[in-house]
């Protein structure tokens, strides 16, 4: 059976998606992804997320009730370090839906008082908040929750051949054309905006998991001679400035492995190697070039690129 490839551009982002099937399924995967969407996009206006942020009335979808207890549980693993409520402080720094320029200790304490996984429920399919004002951004979760969609449609379609990406977070299965694992490379962390540094640190082998990489090097600014990262710790409000430059992890599933990936930038390589999540492994580049990664790592590495 022939091997179809999509790509495009969706989210602001790219896509690229491979899978063995008699026909392109290209209509089907952009309809889940336009779901997908209209649920939690914080940019759309229309979106659940949106609505939950106004404090409009609103019921949760499958997809928001899924991305929102997985958030949750990494709250819970990491110390609060993983956090969806995250929201205000990104907006803060200029990473979010909105964008403030009043940074300073008196507004970052204001803003604490809402800001909290805690603060946040799901009753039914109701969102409940402690506090109105919680405002919610899924963004360090939903990209990959986005691929894992994607690939929830070629599993009901049978389809056991796949690799689907979507802006740099991936899941696979099966083999590729060649009758082997898919061949996922992890850029080395070189600040580009652009993203179009393509230095390879490693090559991996993935053949039924999901892989996703947080790093600072892509999307950051300079004001007044110092660098801001997108990475923002939620118990200070400040941007993260830990050792790691970029946290790749493997999960079964994209939406774990992109909030872990997240989670651990903000923990810092220390804290970071003292979690220990089932079907979780990690590849750590340090801000002075050490490389750290889980034992189970080792099993992913690949020699060649084929």
């Known amino acids: 059976m022939p091997y179809q490839e999509n790509t495009g551009e969706i989210f602001h982002t790219y ?29 759309n206006p229309q979106s659940i997320i949106s609505k ?13 009730v899924e991305v929102f207890r997985k958030a949750m549980e990494v709250s819970e693993a990491s110390g609060g370090m993983f956090d969806i409520t995250v929201a205000p402080f990104v907006n803060l720094w200029g990473f979010g839906y909105e964008n403030t320029n009043i940074v300073n200790p008196a507004v970052i304490d204001s803003l604490k008082e809402f800001v909290g ?26 990209k990959g929750y986005a691929v894992d969609v994607v690939c929830q449609l070629f599993e009901r379609q049978g389809i056991k051949n ?110 970071a190697q003292k979690l220990k999540i089932p079907n979780v492994d990690y590849y750590f580049i340090l801000a002075n070039d050490e490389i750290v990664y889980s034992t189970g790592f080792e099993n992913f590495f690949s020699t060649h690129s084929d």
């Open 162 to 271: 796949y690799m689907c990406e979507i802006g740099g977070e991936l899941r696979s299965k099966g083999v590729n054309e060649k009758g082997k694992c898919w061949r996922i490379g992890i850029s080395k962390p070189i600040d580009d905006k652009t993203g179009l540094n393509t230095e390879i640190q490693a090559i991996l082998k993935i053949c039924d998991k999901a892989v996703a990489t947080s790093g600072n090097y892509r999307n950051f600014y300079i004001r007044n001679g110092k660098k801001y990262a997108h990475t923002i710790n939620p118990l200070t409000g400040y941007p993260s400035e830990q050792d790691i430059l970029s946290a790749t992890v493997i999960a079964n599933d994209c939406m774990t492995a992109d909030a872990y990936a997240t989670a651990f930038m903000a923990l810092g390589s220390k804290e």
């Open 117 to 142: 996984y805690r603060k946040i429920r799901l009753e039914g399919n109701r969102i409940v908040k402690t506090d109105s004002r919680v405002q919610l951004n899924t963004s360090a979760i939903s």
């Open 15 to 43: 896509y690229s998606i491979k899978y063995e099937f008699d026909h392109s399924l290209e209509s089907e995967i952009l309809a889940e992804l336009q779901r997908f969407d209209l649920s939690l996009n914080p940019f």
């Open 52 to 64: 939950v942020n106004k404090n409009e009335a609103v019921e949760a979808d499958s997809f928001f």
